[in-house]
């Protein structure tokens, strides 16, 4: 690693390796970060994409942005990640070909046996297939990095994470290594539950001082975590932003995006609420891992079924991103916007503060460690850790309630499946998994599911689920 010779044991000039560059719900901000940032600002960014007109676009991109902001940082970039693996600090995992396609393919067919998913990338069957799609080219990805980069950090930020994560800490056990989501980015999330209950304004700032009188412990699966506690000066404010749910809820206000994911989610989040007793923190994909909301009670709810993903409003978000970067690549927006425009990422945020050794707590995907103490070691679970070049520490936690910790063992066991059939190549595991998960209800259905999408996704699927 490209040590600063100092006693620090910091990182003087990190390379930070980007797969899947193309990925724009990261790889522009990585950019940014990597610009802005004056630990990062004099290493190196390579990205790599198959996709070689969009990775020049990035490319171009990278290399404006630091040229306008004066800094060193070397821009690299390829279409054969082994090309630029050597001597990397960090890999990034980024990567998911045709996505949004396929996403909507694995959300129709469920839809067709009634399976309602509203983002189909996790949980249900469309955790399983994305799983199928990108966990082969992930672990190939891995054996390079064993022989190119063995000392780097390795980032999975591809749904869905946790089997991912999984699959890395199991088949890949001496690579270092953990998984992201950017639903618990730190200090955001402090700074989110403090405006709902109250403690300060919209605009108000969460300084020192008020981070540490807040004790905030979240943990559970990726997209099924849940506030275990949650005080303020010693009282507990879990009561507020329940109420502040309700309220929305009951005014319609609810985020202000009524798209599938984003549908009802502070009255769902509120329901959960009054059920377990504590409340979900990621109800845009908590929603989809319980059952109530698959339309199949006899009952008229107040919450209607889940929606289903949006393909087709998806790829315009697409292209709009794509038609930003064009924008800043060919003059028409100012490259000195380029600053104002994103911001920074939780991945980066992470690498920053290792290289750094800025010493900041941040919710990853790791393994359990006792930080949740009623559930096992091993269990791969969302939770706030002190992250440093020399190792990952889950802070604790507590126990997971009764009911809560229930449905968490039953995902656990869905995702562990997952990852053993991709890896192994068993169908037999395959089916199993698809068996276990929490929304499948028929072994008859089920079939016909994984049966469908083996033949509407074979393009995307490797060739030995068919031998």
Excluded at 45 to 70: F, I, P, Q, S, Y
Excluded at 411 to 418: G, K, N, R, S
Aim: charged share 25%.
């Amino acid at each position: 690693m490209n040590r600063d010779g100092g006693k620090s044991g910091k990182l003087g000039k990190p390379k930070v390796v980007v797969l899947g560059a193309g990925s724009l719900f990261f790889g522009r901000q990585s950019i940014w970060q990597m610009v802005t940032s004056p630990y990062l600002n004099e290493g190196t960014l390579a990205l790599v994409d198959t996709d070689e007109a969009r990775l020049n676009k990035l490319l171009k991109l990278a290399r404006m942005a630091a040229a306008e902001h004066g800094v060193k940082l070397a821009v690299e970039g390829s279409t054969d990640r082994r090309d630029v693996l050597k001597d990397a600090d960090f890999v990034v995992l980024s990567f998911a070909k045709d996505t949004v396609k396929y996403r909507g393919i694995d959300c129709t067919v469920s839809e067709k046996y009634g399976i309602r998913m509203c983002s189909g990338d996790t949980i249900g069957p469309g955790g399983i297939f994305r799983a199928m799609r990108e966990l082969p080219v992930i672990m190939e990805s891995v054996r390079d990095i064993e022989n190119m980069c063995p000392d780097a950090w390795v980032i999975n930020y591809i749904n869905p994470s946790a089997v991912h994560g999984i699959a890395l800490s199991r088949y890949a056990p001496k690579l270092k290594s953990f998984a992201l989501c950017d639903g618990l980015h730190m200090p955001h999330v402090e700074r989110n539950y403090l405006r709902r209950s109250g403690l300060i304004g919209e605009a108000g700032q969460l300084t020192e001082d008020v981070s540490r009188r807040f004790d905030l412990r979240i943990a559970g699966v990726n997209h099924f975590t849940w506030m275990l506690k949650a005080e303020f000066d010693g009282k507990d404010i879990a009561p507020l932003i329940a109420e502040s749910l309700r309220k929305a809820a009951e005014t319609g206000t609810d985020g202000g995006d009524r798209g599938a994911k984003a549908a009802y989610n502070d009255a769902i989040g509120y329901e959960l609420y009054g059920i377990f007793g504590y409340i979900p923190t990621c109800v845009a994909h908590t929603k989809e891992y319980v059952r109530f909301w698959q339309g199949l009670g006899k009952t008229v709810e107040p919450v209607p079924p889940l929606h289903i993903w949006e393909t087709e409003e998806r790829y315009k978000r697409h292209d709009e991103m794509w038609k930003q970067v064009d924008a800043f690549i060919t003059g028409r927006k100012p490259i000195s916007e380029f600053k104002t425009a994103f911001g920074p990422d939780h991945a980066t945020d992470i690498i920053e503060n290792m290289v750094g050794g800025l010493g900041k707590p941040f919710y990853i995907n790791t393994v359990n460690r006792g930080a949740v103490s009623n559930m096992s070691g091993d269990a791969f679970l969302e939770l706030l850790c002190d992250v440093t070049m020399e190792g990952i520490v889950p802070r604790p936690v507590g126990e997971m309630p009764r009911g809560i910790r229930g449905m968490q063992e039953l995902v656990l066991d869905t995702h562990e499946l997952t990852a053993e059939a991709v890896v192994e190549r068993s169908f037999v595991k395959l089916r199993r998994a698809m068996m276990t998960d929490p929304l499948v209800s028929s072994i008859g259905d089920a079939d016909h599911i994984i049966r469908e999408l083996l033949e509407q996704e074979r393009e995307a699927l490797p060739a030995y689920w068919y031998e």
